[in-house]
């Protein structure tokens, strides 16, 4: 099968799936004991949820939750500037 390198749909279909692939055979490996790979999940797992809240934010928070967003996000600058 070819890939339409200037369909935006099929690109993204194809890209996709190769990560697919790559998540499966460093799962793969780390599941060998492999040690790098345990590492690269090891990252995965702490990025996951601030990839997730930033997410959540971008598409599909309110207005009124992104206020109260805004508030704890100050109050938590206020504290780090303390220290």
């Given at each position: 099968m070819?890939?339409?390198w200037n369909n935006?749909?099929?690109v993204r279909k194809y890209r996709?799936?190769?990560s697919r692939e790559y998540r499966a055979r460093v799962k793969a490996r780390a599941d060998a004991g492999d040690e790098y790979a345990q590492e690269?999940?090891?990252k995965q797992?702490?990025?996951l949820p601030y990839n997730n809240c930033k997410t959540y934010?971008?598409?599909k928070a309110t207005l009124k939750q992104l206020n109260e967003l805004r508030g704890l996000?100050?109050?938590r600058e206020?504290?780090?500037k303390e220290k």
């Open positions: 070819s890939i339409d935006p749909d099929e996709a799936q190769k690269l999940q090891e797992r702490k990025r934010i971008k598409n996000i100050l109050e206020k504290k780090l």
